[in-house]
């Protein structure tokens, strides 16, 4: 059985442990597409099209992965997209309520269409975007959260601040 699946986030930016998450889809369905929400009402550090080239590079050896960007409803861009499935990540319970009423909602709203849980490795569960910005704002070390090419945008932006 063919099974397309999308896997929504705003990756501002991607982090291992979206990457660990994406790695573990490509395993499970036969198709898998990074879906990148345009929001307008988020502040940004990368804009879209920067996020999608920082995950085209990252995801550059799963061959059944491909990176999207949508606006609207996801269900919407899923049935667009031909996927039965959507990914989401599940870091510690704190994640699960959001995901749950989310999962629901999403049911309530297409009901073709089912979302799956993953974990991701021990070493990520503790990694956000938010979180990786804050750190390396600060001058943390990020680099073994981040991607290597994500690293080096981070630096690159931040230099130019
Ligand atoms: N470290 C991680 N391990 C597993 N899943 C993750 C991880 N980080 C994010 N996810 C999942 O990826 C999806 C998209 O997440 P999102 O784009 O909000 O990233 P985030 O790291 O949570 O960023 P932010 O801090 O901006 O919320 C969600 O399902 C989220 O639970
Ligand atoms: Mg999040």
């Known amino acids: 059985m063919s099974v397309k699946a999308i896997y929504p986030g705003t990756f501002d930016p991607p982090t ?6 994406i790695q573990r889809g490509a395993r499970i369905f036969t198709h898998l597409t990074v879906a990148i929400l345009k929001n307008p009402v988020k502040n940004p550090l990368f804009t879209v099209d920067e996020r999608v080239e920082m995950l085209r590079e990252a995801t ?46 999403n049911r309530r709203l297409a009901p073709e269409i089912e979302t799956v849980f993953l974990q991701p490795a021990g ?9 990786v910005k804050e750190v390396f ?25």
């Open 16 to 21: 291992n442990g979206h990457i660990d998450l």
């Open 60 to 105: 550059r050896a799963f061959p059944n992965v491909a990176v999207e960007t949508f606006s609207g409803l996801m269900v919407e861009f899923a049935r667009r997209e031909g996927a039965t499935a959507v990914l989401r990540g599940i870091r510690a319970i704190s994640d699960y309520e959001y995901e749950f009423q989310m999962a629901l909602m």
């Open 123 to 131: 070493r990520y569960s503790f990694i956000r975007s938010s979180m």
């Open 137 to 161: 704002s600060f001058g943390g070390d990020v680099a073994e959260l981040v991607p290597p090419n994500v690293l080096k945008r981070l630096q690159n932006r931040m230099a130019k601040v």
